[in-house]
């Protein structure tokens, strides 16, 4: 009886031994540095959602770009995708997909409001962000034009050389540009361009990749090891 138990008792730990190594899986992935190999249960997730989760954490989502079909194509692609990513249910991933979407939704609309004022659509400048000293600026001169615009072009030029190595040099071309028959069109494209949207940028809803995201990733796993690394 004592050895028929003891057989039971070999065969299940056996048997739990197996689903155990079972359910552990590995999962490949690397950064800039180095590939790993992590473990993970495979009844909490998928690979599926650990691919999805890790393109999340990776944040590699840009629209900026000088082309407007081109800002439309990848504004719909990217948001398509994220929305669709399988990731893993945790509130940390949910959070920052919420983060990242609405990032692209306001950088989208400002990029179109930028392509709109180019065609001379300037009022829509006036709606964002008015309450930054420096946004109202910019953009009140663009949506005026005239003396308005120059003295903002001015005032833009004497910021940038504050931090430039070669004032001199922005200020010769201002004053190149002052002088200019196209003066109105250079100075607002200037203004636009470094003054209004550089402005804008700041409010805008930036995610810190700061490399919590790929933290938080690696606690999904039971143990990441590393399987090599370039040499720096």
Same mark, same amino acid.
């Given at each position: 009886m004592s050895k028929l138990f003891f057989q039971f008792l070999v065969g299940l730990l056996l048997t739990f031994s197996w689903q155990v190594n079972a359910q552990e899986k590995s999962f490949l992935f690397e950064d800039e540095l180095c590939r790993y190999e992590a473990f993970y249960d495979s009844t909490k997730y998928s690979e599926k959602q650990l691919n999805d989760t890790f393109k999340l954490a990776q944040g590699y989502f840009n629209i900026y770009t000088e082309d407007?079909?081109? %800002? /439309? /194509?990848?504004?719909? %692609?990217?948001? !398509?995708? *994220? %929305?669709? #990513?399988? &990731?893993? !249910?945790?509130?940390? #991933?949910?959070? %920052? =997909? /919420?983060? &990242?979407?609405?990032?692209?939704?306001?950088?989208?609309? &400002? !990029? !179109? *409001?930028? #392509?709109?004022? =180019?065609?001379?659509?300037?009022k829509d400048l006036l709606k964002y962000f008015q309450k930054n000293s420096t946004v109202k600026l910019y953009s009140e001169a663009l949506h005026k034009g005239g003396d308005d615009l120059m003295k903002a072009y001015e005032h833009l030029t004497k910021e940038q050389m504050k931090n430039n190595a070669a004032p001199e040099v922005l200020w010769n071309e201002y004053v190149k540009n002052s002088k200019s028959g196209q003066a109105q069109q250079l100075a607002f494209e200037q203004v636009l361009s470094y003054g209004w949207w550089n402005a804008v940028n700041h409010e805008l809803p930036h995610i810190n990749m700061d490399g919590s995201q790929m933290e938080e990733f690696q606690k999904l796993f039971s143990r990441v090891e590393t399987i090599d690394c370039d040499e720096i």
């Open positions: 407007e079909q081109q %800002l /439309d /194509d990848t504004y719909k %692609l990217s948001k !398509k995708e *994220i %929305l669709g #990513f399988q &990731i893993v !249910k945790n509130p940390y #991933f949910n959070t %920052l =997909r /919420d983060s &990242i979407v609405q990032f692209l939704d306001w950088t989208y609309r &400002i !990029k !179109k *409001i930028e #392509f709109a004022a =180019r065609k001379g659509k300037t």
